[in-house]
């Protein structure tokens, strides 16, 4: 079975703090993802990275960044962090178009509150 | 880039009835379709995916039908029971190359009364 890990399920931090999410998965899988959920806007794509240094911009990728230096983690990072970045956040990893199945893999997710 | 809309964004069926949650997407070159099954405090779990080859699949008590002229695709529950309680969401995406993100539709609350 595929294990998506993230390191926190709840986390508070203060308006301006920096901010690390940590996800790891255990499939040696090339591809992997960080959305944002909020309630009515259903799951939307932040940052995604093909492969170890590599990182695009999903769909809101403002006030955010990412880093891929081992192929088994990908950590997403407020430089900043604001009210409006409240939310849970949930890491995904898949395998390269291809191979196996087109699926990805969730992880539990990180419910980030910042006061 | 991708839209993609779903509706209802609530459905109530009673147990036992049939459940549909129709989707439409704006990118005619999106050719993977899966739908996610979350439950309450857990993370999306895929339960069906269709690729733009096919029009139809089934497993067991679920179908996806997809329209590729229409660009809609839709999932079908039948003989709901409560464990199918949900919310589910559709996404859309391109495949082939690089690492394409999915693109959600906002979600439905699937609620199956007793």
């Known amino acids: 079975d595929v294990k998506v890990t993230q390191s926190s399920r709840y986390l508070v931090k203060r308006t301006g703090e920096k901010v690390f999410l940590e996800c790891v998965q255990d499939?040696?899988?090339?591809?992997m993802f960080w959305y944002r959920q909020d309630p009515g806007l259903g799951l939307r794509l932040i940052y995604f990275?093909?492969?170890?240094?590599?990182?695009e911009k999903g769909d809101i990728p403002e006030g955010y960044s990412v880093s891929r230096e081992k192929k088994e983690r990908f950590s997403l990072i407020l430089e900043s962090a604001s009210t409006n970045q409240t939310s849970m956040y949930l890491c995904?990893?898949?395998?390269?178009?291809?191979?196996?199945?087109?699926?990805?893999?969730f992880g539990a997710g990180t419910r980030l509150s910042v006061l | 880039g991708e839209n993609v809309e779903q509706h209802p964004s609530t459905l109530s069926v009673q147990e036992g009835d049939s459940a549909v949650i129709k989707c439409t997407y704006s990118?005619?070159?999106?050719?993977?379709f899966p739908w996610y099954k979350q439950e309450l405090g857990k993370r999306p779990q895929l339960i069906i995916d269709?690729?733009?080859?096919?029009g139809e699949k089934k497993d067991q008590r679920i179908a996806v039908t997809l329209n590729k002229t229409a660009k809609h695709f839709s999932l079908h529950i039948t003989e709901t029971q409560p464990e199918d309680s949900a919310v589910y969401f559709c996404?859309?995406?391109?495949?082939?190359?690089?690492?394409?993100?999915?693109?959600f539709g906002k979600g439905t609350h699937l609620i199956i009364q007793p």
């Open positions: 990118d005619s070159a999106s050719n993977y």
């Open positions: 990275s093909y492969d170890v240094k590599m990182k």
């Open positions: 996404a859309a995406s391109i495949t082939g190359g690089g690492a394409d993100g999915l693109t």
């Open positions: 499939m040696d899988h090339e591809n």
């Open positions: 269709i690729r733009s080859n096919v």
């Open positions: 995904a990893s898949r395998a390269p178009p291809g191979r196996a199945k087109n699926i990805q893999y």
